[in-house]
């Protein structure tokens, strides 16, 4: 069976339920990200009060420097733990909820689905190649974060960048996708289509 004898959705219903997908995503992202937040201001004001106690006590420098670095790689572990998380979420999402019957939410809606060029289901490793081009940015991110955690200045500015670059390649894959014909760079890659249910 290939791809001819079904019909290709409508660019429009695959932005769509792009769209669906990705708010629900960003929600959930959001969650984590949040959630990394708070343990990260718990944790380094634990590691601060204890530097300050230690500091006093030890009436040196060195307690406070020590500390300083066990906060810098405390930081850098959360970092690099929540963007796995959203990369977890991200492509979880997309290679799980898409096995068997190649939907995902925002697919499911739209009724359009994910199959194989050949026209059967997508394999788990056509699923997986999909997503890599959705979170091809994330080593960069990686790289981002810790930079940002050696760095003091950067530190602030490297999640809303991150976020930003994120969004931006999702931009990107949403153009293709109408610039292409309803093809995004996962389909090529992994040579799949997006089909009415």
């Keep these: 069976m290939s791809t001819a004898n079904q019909s290709n959705c409508s660019t429009g219903d695959r932005l769509l339920a792009f769209l669906i997908d990705f708010l629900l995503l960003g929600f959930v992202s959001a969650i984590v990200y949040l959630l990394f937040w ?4 718990v944790v380094g004001g634990v590691v601060g009060v204890a530097a300050v106690g230690a500091g006093s006590a030890a009436g040196s420098d060195a307690a406070l420097a020590g500390a300083s670095i066990v906060s810098i790689a405390i930081r850098a572990i959360l970092g690099i733990v929540k963007w796995t998380a959203i990369f977890g979420v991200l492509g979880g999402y997309f290679v799980f909820l898409q096995r068997g019957d190649g939907q995902s939410l925002g697919k499911s809606l739209m009724d359009i689905k994910v199959v194989s060029a050949d026209g059967g289901a997508a394999t788990r490793n ?3 190649k999909r997503t ?3 979170v091809a940015p994330f080593p960069l991110v990686y790289l981002m974060v810790v930079a940002g955690t050696i760095i003091p200045f950067i530190g602030l500015l490297i999640d809303p960048l991150a976020g930003f ?10 153009v293709v996708l109408v610039v292409r014909d309803g093809s995004r760079l996962g389909d090529s890659v992994a040579n799949t289509a997006v089909v009415d249910a």
């Design 132 to 134: 890599a081009m959705l």
């Design 38 to 41: 708070a343990i990260s201001a």
């Design 126 to 128: 056509q699923l997986i």
């Design 165 to 174: 670059i994120l969004l931006a390649w999702l931009i990107v894959e949403a």
